[in-house]
Structures are given as C-alpha cells and as structure tokens.
C-alpha cells in the first residue's frame, strides 16, 4: 500500500486529484506552496494536477468543462466543481487505521496521567465523530483491538508528565537487568515513548551524557527536583520508527543456538540473523552493549539456548552454572 | 503511470458523479473521453476501469432507469460517494493527528495517511506537532499482519504453519479468524480453527511462511458476542500467583529476585531468605537460573528441580 499524496500509479493520482478539490473549496482561497506540502507533491506536480483537473471535458450532450479554477498569484480559487466538492468516504482500511489508533491512545489516557492527553474527552468526542463520518466502514474496526501494558506504576508516569509539563529534571532509581542493579541517575525528559507495548521514559541522561529510554517499568523510584531540565541542542531524539534499540559498532556479536523451547529468543529480541537449523532449532546473532545480558539469557535457557560464540562468554556461562550448582551440595555437581 | 489513464478515470468519475440516470457503456463512451474506436477494446479497458474505482472504494452503482430498460447502467450516487460532514474542534485534530501517527511504517501507515488527507480535503485542520510530548506506535513486523488482517476484514478462513510452543516442528493449522489483537506489543489472531473444532489464539510471530487465504469473502461468521480482546486475553494472562518460592540469595545481589519479593530476611551467613509468589515454575525457573550463583532454591522442590536442570543444561 502506498501513501496517498506519493506520486506512484494512476489510482494514487486519481485519489490526490479527488481529495484537491474539495480540499480548496472547503477553505475557499489557499496557498499553492501550503497545498503542495500538504499533499505532500511538489509545486511543480500540483500545478500540474490542477490542469489536469481544469482540462477535464464531458462532451454529451454538449461538451462542457465541469470544473473551473485559477491559481493565478500563487492562490488557488476553484470556482465551479459541483459534484466533486465533498471528498470521497472513507475506505474500510483507512476508517480502521484511525479508529484502531484512537481507541489505543484512549486506553493509554485512561490511567489520566499521559501528557498530551490528560483530555479524555478530546478522544472519545473524535472517535464518535469519526465512527458516524464512516459510517459501515467503521464495523470491522471493532475486529482489531490493541491493549497497552498497564504495569507502568501510576505514579511514575504521573510524575513523568509532571516533569514534562512542567520542564522539570528528575532523579530516577532505575533498575538495569543486565547488571541485576539499581542505578541512580539525573534526567532531562524530552518524551514519553509507547512502543511494542511498552511505555519509556525518552531523556537526556546526564550520567551517560547522551540521550536514554527509560522502560517506566523499571523505575524503581522518581523524584521531580526543582530544577528546570536542559536538554543540550544536540541531544537527538530517537527515531522510534527504526527501533528503539539499534546496535552500535562497538556491540559484543553473541551466536546462540537455540533449542525448540528457546525460539521465543528470535521472537522478543532483535536479531541480526535467524538460521534454521532443523528439528525446530535456530541459530541466532545478537548484538548487544552489555555480555552481562547474553550471560544471564543462556543460563535461564540452559540446554535450550547455547552460547556458540564468543568462546569466552560460553566459558562464563560454564562457570557460573557450575558454581550455582555447587551451592546445591557435592550430589548435583556432575 | 499514464497520465492519459488518470485523465479517463477522472473524468470518468466526474461524469457518473454528474449524472442524474443511469448510464450505459455505449453512453459514457460517448461522454468520456479516451476511450478507443473499437466497442470490444473499449469494453475491456471500461471492464478494468470499473475494477479500478470499486478498488479505490468509490460505489460505482448498477441498474435501469425504468422497467423498459433493457440495457444495464452506471452511475455514482453522490449521498454514496461523499464523505460526511464531520468537523473537529481543535483538541479534536490534535488527537487525529496524534493517532494517524501511530501506524507509521506499519502496515496500514497508508491508510491513515489515505484518511488524514480525505478529513483534511473535508475541512478538518489536522496539523502535525513538531515535537509531541507523546509518541504511541503499532508495529507490525510480523509478516502475516496483513494478510490476516484482510482476512478478518472480509471475513475469509486462511491457513497457515505454525509453531507451537515447544514443538519440533510447525503445523498446518485452518482458522475462521475472528480478529487480531495487539497484547503488550504482540499480535495475535483468534478464531475457530477448523480441524480442532475449538476457539484458538495463535501469535502472529509463530506463523511460519506465508497465510492463503481458504474461502470466498464472506464465507466466515463470528459468532454474536465474541470478544476477541477477551479471548486473547484470557489466553495469554499469566496464572495468578499460587506457589511461594523459598530462596536464599546473596547479600548485596539478586536485585531482580527481590524486587518481587513478599518478604526479605538478612542471615548471618552471608545469604538473605527470601520469599517470592510465583505461578508458572518453567518460567520462573529461567528466571531464577539466570541469576546463576547469586540464588539458591529451598522450596518448593519441583522449583528447584527445574532449575538445576537448566544450570545442568547451561554446564553441558
């Protein structure tokens, strides 16, 4: 599916050229840079659909040209394009995309402490709004549900969105599974994140000196102090849209080979590779900053999840399951 | 693409729009131009025309405008074709804005995008924040989102492979599939699969190759007062907690074990007792193994059991 507005086949056009008109009329007089950007073409490319659209000619009974426009000045005016003047309905995908959304993002507010809306009511009057302009189209909507992890304390994110609207710096006690510790440390919000799920915390970190997500879940405690928060001009927000977690080139490269109860590895973790090996096993590249994380994962998997690579974390693996084993007295070590 | 296509089509659009009868093929190739010479060309190309606009939604409409038509005609009704009037208070197109957001790069990223541009075409002032305080997404990497889907959509059974937990191997599997369901960030679809005559949940991200569609659209009935969030729901939620795990944990380490804990006891030796609810003892044996010797299991024994069988496995 291509966006509507990109320039791609005839149908794309022919969509962009139905939603133009009526798109002008509805605001009488509008720019052509403002429109072109709106539809995402440029001004080149509208010029030229508006054209096509003026050029447009029945010839029965008499020829006559049905639509009447100008641009001339850089203003668009369309004075005559009577049965084109409403944009079409909403299609059963387009009507769903957006009433799927909505009703995610009234879920999220139902806790009431998500900035930006806090204003319940702004959804539930959009999504009625929407539901009677779609009319049949907005059924199968119903057939997609989205829920969102609830497990983010209230008060953490009440004290998030505190911090945010009010530009505040926080102090957070964070847990990071990887070293199974608490870490203390001071942030300057920039966002809050919900992706695959999950609700993060987006700052700059300043321990770190550079910008973090926080799972809120993993917030073991939040304080907002009274300190406006700084975030530095080159602080760059995360593309979300790429993933939250990328690796970077200086990432440990760990080869596990994964049992049939350890395929859920492939599935929750980014993977740089997947092989299947047969008999439902797989052979999966990690790329992770900390090996303290792999470490942990293979000895929970156990035979399910073997370290093949590095040699030296399959050794650390070794170690400390034999040590754990040895805690259970002479009789369990092998 | 064609420029001479987009032009037909658009024109053959403002003409039915324009219409106030029906018209038949022979009268719109008269009215619309760029149709070619010959009627059985123009009947193919005006054939895929249709098939072009039913597929962009615009309700093309069949029939006569009296009992003595012989011929069947076309026309676009404009109370079908048109979008309502919906108009948006401010707040209102902030939070539209916020939501056609919420798909991008996903699989119906076009559709909302399709949508965003027909409210804004019908009026509505949706503007894009430049630097929200809130960014919610839906991904959809699982490759069998879509197809599934449309078959819940327009209610067609599909089959597919699929691996199930702990299996060797994945299995054929046919589902009348009733909805999907983003749990946590995951997918799953519900339905009634057919050879086990029973309600199931798969997850998207299990689904081996590709989902065929098995049936005609429309062919698939969900039963009055299925609740799909439900379903998935009371498949995926966790048992609540039944067991109490008695540990002993090193001083000074097992963060992660405490943080759950129902009580924390300090011992003279060096190792904390405590005590923390469990439900699943696989899944709590993972977790506790991957602490390695920072945690000892006293109770219950098929806890600890489980857990020296996976340090034995890790030692292998």
Request: aromatic content about 6%; hydrophobic content about 40%.
């Amino acid at each position: 599916m291509t966006p509507a507005g990109s320039p791609g086949t005839s149908a794309d056009r022919l969509q962009r050229l139905l939603a133009l008109v009526p798109y002008v009329i509805s605001r009488k007089v509008v720019g052509l840079s403002e429109t072109a950007s709106a539809f995402g073409v440029s001004e080149r490319e509208l010029v030229d659909d508006l054209n096509m659209l003026w050029c447009v000619e029945l010839r029965t009974p008499d020829p006559y040209c049905p639509i009447d426009l100008s641009y001339e000045g850089g203003e668009i005016v369309i004075g005559q394009a009577e049965p084109m003047d409403r944009p079409l309905r909403l299609g059963v995908d387009e009507a769903s995309a957006l009433l799927v959304a909505l009703r995610m993002l009234a879920e999220i507010g139902q806790t009431g402490e998500v900035p930006g809306l806090a204003d319940r009511s702004a959804l539930s009057r959009t999504i009625a709004k929407l539901e009677a302009a779609a009319g049949e189209a907005a059924a199968p909507s119903a057939q997609v549900a989205v829920q969102v992890d609830q497990h983010a304390e209230r008060n953490v994110l009440a004290r998030v969105r505190d911090a945010l609207d009010s530009g505040k710096r926080v102090h957070l006690s964070y847990y990071v599974p990887a070293r199974d510790e608490p870490t203390e440390r001071d942030v300057d919000p920039m966002r809050l994140l919900i992706v695959e799920g999950r609700t993060y915390l987006e700052g700059w970190c300043r321990r770190a000196e550079a910008v973090r997500v926080f799972r809120l879940d993993r917030v073991l405690s939040i304080e907002v102090l009274p300190v406006a928060a700084q975030v530095p001009a080159q602080a760059e927000p995360v593309d979300v849209d790429a993933g939250l977690f990328r690796p970077s080139p200086g990432d440990l490269r760990a080869v596990l080979e994964l049992g049939p109860g350890g395929r859920w590895v492939a599935e929750y973790y980014p993977c740089e590779s997947v092989e299947d090996l047969g008999d439902g096993r797989l052979r999966v590249v990690l790329r992770t900053p900390d090996g303290g994380w792999v470490r942990r994962l293979a000895l929970g998997l156990g035979e399910e999840g073997q370290i093949t690579e590095p040699a030296e974390l399959a050794a650390a693996v070794r170690a400390d399951a034999a040590a754990a084993l040895a805690l259970y007295g002479p009789a369990a070590t092998p | 693409m064609s420029r001479r296509k987009t032009e037909r089509l658009l024109s053959l659009v403002v003409c039915l729009l324009s219409s106030e009868r029906y018209l038949t093929a022979t009268q719109i190739r008269a009215a619309v131009p760029g149709y070619p010479q010959s009627f059985d060309a123009f009947k193919r190309m005006f054939e895929r025309d249709k098939e072009e606009l039913r597929d962009l939604g615009i309700p093309l409409d069949m029939g006569t405008n009296g009992v003595l038509d012989e011929e069947v005609g076309y026309r676009i009704y404009r109370q079908a074709y048109m979008l309502p009037d919906i108009r948006l208070e401010p707040d209102e197109a902030a939070v539209l804005a916020l939501a056609a957001r919420v798909w991008r790069r996903a699989e119906l990223a076009g559709a909302a995008a399709g949508a965003l541009l027909k409210l804004r075409a019908a009026g509505v002032d949706a503007k894009e924040a430049q630097q929200p305080e809130i960014e919610p997404r839906l991904q959809t990497g699982e490759a069998a989102f879509g197809p599934l889907w449309e078959a819940v959509r327009d209610r067609r059974p599909v089959t597919f492979r699929y691996w199930a937990v702990g299996r060797s191997e994945a299995q054929r599997r046919e589902l009348e599939p009733w909805g999907v369901v983003n749990r946590r960030g995951r997918w799953y679809v519900a339905g009634h699969d057919r050879a086990r005559q029973a309600v199931r949940v798969f997850r998207l991200s299990r689904i081996e190759g590709r989902v065929e569609f098995s049936g005609p659209p429309g062919s698939v009935t969900v039963p009055p007062g299925v609740d799909v969030r439900e379903l998935v729901g009371a498949w995926d939620e966790r048992a609540p907690p039944l067991q109490t795990a008695v540990l002993r944990v090193r001083a000074g380490a097992g963060y992660g074990i405490r943080r759950r804990a129902s009580s924390e006891q300090a011992g003279a030796d060096g190792w904390d007792r405590v005590e923390a609810p469990f439900s699943d003892v696989g899944w709590f044996a993972e977790h506790l193994a991957s602490f390695g010797p920072d945690v000892v299991v006293c109770e219950p024994p098929d806890l600890k059991d489980a857990v020296m069988t996976r340090l034995k496995g890790a030692l292998a």
